[in-house]
T-cell receptor, first 119, second 113 residues
Framework: GAVVSQHPSRVICKSGTSVKIECRSLDFQATTMFWYRQFPKQSLMLMATSNEGSKATYEQGVEKDKFLINHASLTLSTLTVTSAHPEDSSFYIC???????????????FGPGTRLLVL | ELKVEQNPLFLSMQEGKNYTIYCNYSTTSDRLYWYRQDPGKSLESLFVLLSNGAVKQEGRLMASLDTKARLSTLHITAAVHDLSATYFCAVVYSGAGSYQLTFGKGTKLSVIP
């Protein structure tokens, strides 16, 4: 099946620093990537939808200036948490949509997640 | 706004028993997914259900979809400890072509030996 990677898998940083998380589709082209955040014992919450070559669409309540998303190519999207604070500590998961799949077979492939801890 | 409700949220069951997890959603959707998540891990895709009456089975898990009732079930047969995990259903909202997934809150399943 399709593979999506994330890097890093785990990061610890000091409050006030910025952290970049990469999401790559390894064996397919992804016109759309999604970024989710999951707090402990909670469900996944969609943060933003990232389309290659255009600005990301953020969900209500997600600060676009704090969570910078760049989708510069069909295989790479990045999420940068700027000026991170302890409340940003979470599990961040990306997913990628395969552009080659027919619409009714379209599916999202999930990355392994990045655990962010802000001290 | 699409809402997805799962129940129960917590399920503790003995090995060998059967049980069903329910997933209700509020608006018409193209497809429904079931995922498994182990602690500290990402999501593992279990099933995708595309049409009314769809039924899929893999091992001790069987998923079904009733689009008229906007209900999907995940049935566990003769549970074993290895099935302990959190199970999420997710529904595609295809408004404006966005293909967003909306997740239920998850059902944490604990299978007791």
């Amino acid at each position: 099946g399709a593979v999506v990677s994330q890097h890093p898998s785990r990061v610890i940083c000091k409050s006030g620093t910025s952290v970049k998380i990469e999401c790559r589709s390894l064996d397919f082209q992804a016109t759309t990537m999604f970024w989710y955040r999951q707090f402990p014992k909670q469900s996944l919450m969609l943060m933003a939808t990232s389309n290659e070559g255009s600005k990301a669409t953020y969900e209500q309540g997600v600060e676009k200036d704090k969570f910078l998303i760049n989708h510069a190519s069909l295989t790479l999207s990045t999420l940068t948490v700027t000026s991170a604070h302890p409340e940003d500590s979470s599990f961040y998961i990306c997913s990628a949509r395969d552009r080659q799949g027919r619409p009714f077979q379209e599916t999202q492939y999930f990355g392994p997640g990045t655990r962010l801890l802000v001290l | 706004e699409l809402k997805v409700e799962q129940n129960p949220l917590f399920l503790s069951m003995q090995e060998g028993k059967n049980y069903t997890i329910y997933c209700n959603y509020s608006t018409t959707s193209d497809r429904l997914y079931w995922y498994r998540q182990d602690p500290g891990k990402s999501l593992e895709s279990l099933f995708v259900l595309l049409s009314n009456g769809a039924v899929k089975q893999e091992g001790r898990l069987m998923a079904s979809l009733d689009t008229k009732a906007r209900l999907s079930t995940l049935h566990i047969t003769a549970a074993v400890h290895d099935l302990s995990a959190t199970y999420f259903c997710a529904v595609v909202y295809s408004g404006a072509g966005s293909y967003q997934l909306t997740f239920g809150k998850g059902t944490k399943l604990s299978v007791i030996p």
